[in-house]
């Protein structure tokens, strides 16, 4: 693929790390891995990554922001999840995720929603276990340790580092109001990767 056809330019994918695995890898996310590195760090595809991203979008816009829940225990995404928050209006999660928003309709803070978005299903088990118990969709971020059953959608990426999560949640929320016609394509976004990115 040329630079054109991807989503941001390859050296701009490649600076934040987002394709830089672990050294365990999962029969889940052996589909997205491009090679193993002599120190042992597994190395994901730069195409797929971005062919998953693009479906991910596609698939968010459909909904509501009301109707979507974002979570990530990671504190590397807290920051990129409060902005995301304030630019498209879904309900966020940084931090501990709270037991029965989606399951106990007696909690002041209990919500319906119809999508479930995380940041890494191991951290973020407790949410993606509620989401399993009423039938709603998860999509997870997911590093090549990652064990991917239970998640409806996975996109590959480095789901630790902090500059690929803040390149995440800034092409989450860009796209995100270009497919829902609230920001027209090729339109100034005024925020930059940095505006999502922990210091």
Known sequence: MSDEEFLVSTKQYLKTGIHIGTKFRTKYMEPFIYKTRPDGLSVLNLKRIDERLRTMINFISRYDPKDIILVSRRENGWKGLRLLHEIIGATVYPGRYPPGILTNPNLETFR???LMFV????PDRNAVTEALKIGTPIVSLCDTNNQANNLDFVIPC?????KSLGLMFWLLSKLYLEKKGLKNEGQAFDYTIEHFTEE
């Open 119 to 122: 940041t890494d299903p191991w």
């Open 112 to 114: 319906e929603a119809k």
């Open 158 to 162: 480095n789901n630790k580092g902090k």
